[in-house]
């Protein structure tokens, strides 16, 4: 059975989950702190990611507990779609948001040519944020202004992991952290994605890292092959993804 085929019988049984449509801004983006330039926005100057680790895209998301809001930080790789730094959080601080970032550069295979993108929101304009930036050589990419088109990719993996993995509210800040790291795993390792040939996004990273790329060629920035789009497409698969372990209780299946 396809994947439209299969969607009209949930509609028509009405078992299609319905979307949550709350919505809880998290981005502050009028302060006086340096914003970059879109190096993602369409044009010939355009940074396309032809390569893992190329492109990377950030976000933060709400994310709603019985004990009070808490936050999800995302870096996921515009290339593979693979998550690779995470970090749920219970304030807004640039030092919370910044875990991710640190996490996923802990993770980093190669030493390409680097563009980091996000929006305009002040932790990742901060000075804390600006200085990860520097330490490693990457280079910073922001939105126009509170677009989330121009950050459609990150917007899209939000939307994956809320709508099909993280049903069920956590109680309280350490199971949150639990339950995301399970549904990051669960996303990277076990979910197909149409743009990827329904590959999963961990084996197609793994698959282009063991090529055997020489980061001492890698083109500059510049020279980045226009290869892929960030705009995300349908999802390959319906919500309610069978994979996640959590019960409406908080416990494990």
Not at 51 to 70: H, N
Not at 195 to 201: D, F, I, Q
Not at 240 to 247: E, V
Request: with cysteine.
């Amino acid at each position: 059975m396809g994947r439209d085929r299969l969607f009209r019988v949930l509609a028509e049984q009405r078992l299609l989950v319905a979307p949550k449509r709350a919505y809880h801004k998290t981005t502050h983006s009028f302060h006086r702190f340096y914003r970059h330039p879109n190096l993602l926005k369409p044009g010939p100057q355009q940074v396309l990611p032809s390569a893992p680790e190329r492109v990377w895209v950030a976000d933060i998301t709400y994310l709603p507990s019985l004990s009070g809001p808490l936050y999800l930080s995302l870096v996921t790789d515009a290339y593979s779609r693979k998550i690779v730094g995470h970090h749920v959080h219970d304030s807004l601080h640039a030092e919370s948001v910044a875990r991710a970032f640190s996490l996923a550069l802990q993770r980093r295979r190669t030493r390409h040519a680097l563009v980091h993108h996000s929006d305009r929101g002040i932790q990742y304009c901060s000075a804390h944020y600006q200085r990860l930036h520097a330490r490693h050589g990457i280079t910073c990419s922001m939105t126009d202004g509170y677009d989330c088109y121009q950050n459609a990719l990150a917007e899209r993996v939000n939307g994956i992991l809320k709508n099909e993995l993280l049903i069920q509210p956590p109680a309280d800040l350490a199971q949150a952290r639990r339950m995301v790291h399970e549904a990051v795993d669960i996303y990277n390792r076990e979910r197909p994605h149409h743009a990827l040939k329904y590959k999963t996004p961990d084996a197609m990273h793994r698959a282009f890292l063991r090529s055997g790329a020489n980061p001492q060629r890698c083109k500059p920035i510049s020279g980045l092959d226009k290869h892929s789009s960030l705009t995300a497409p349908p999802a390959s698969t319906g919500p309610g993804w069978p994979g996640s372990r959590w019960t409406s209780s908080g416990s494990a299946r």
